[in-house]
């Protein structure tokens, strides 16, 4: 049975966009099931840019034999953000993604030749 600050709660997240409601589930995840924070994520956004982004970040990491520590050590980027961007969780910011290909020694238009749009 749901109190009703629970009530409230999902209220409040039914009338969100649902790339907000992923956003918020990634840094809010007390009081929400598993099952609920994978419903988010299930419903977020993530453009076909992103996806390319993160897949071709990945190969070219191991490519380069650098694990994700390693890389985030280099480049000053949080491990677990790096791991989120992987996964194409996330969008990256060009700042980041510079660091990213500075850290994996390639240009950034290197990095996006093998994207396909």
Wanted: a positive charge; hydrophobic letters at 35%; charged letters at 30%.
């Amino acid at each position: 049975m749901e109190s009703t600050v629970e009530k409230i709660i999902f209220k409040f997240f039914d009338n969100l966009p649902e790339k907000t409601k992923y956003k918020f589930s990634l840094k809010k995840r007390n009081g929400f099931t598993n099952k609920e924070i994978a419903e988010f994520k299930k419903t977020s956004n993530t453009s076909t840019l992103s996806l390319g982004i993160s897949k071709e970040l990945k190969r070219l990491r191991l490519e380069s034999g650098i694990s994700q520590e390693k890389l985030s050590y280099k480049t000053k980027v949080d491990r677990k953000y790096l791991h989120i961007l992987e996964k194409g969780q996330t969008n990256v910011s060009t700042e980041i993604l510079n660091k990213l290909c500075i850290g994996l020694n390639i240009s950034m238009a290197e990095f996006f030749n093998n994207i396909n749009f």
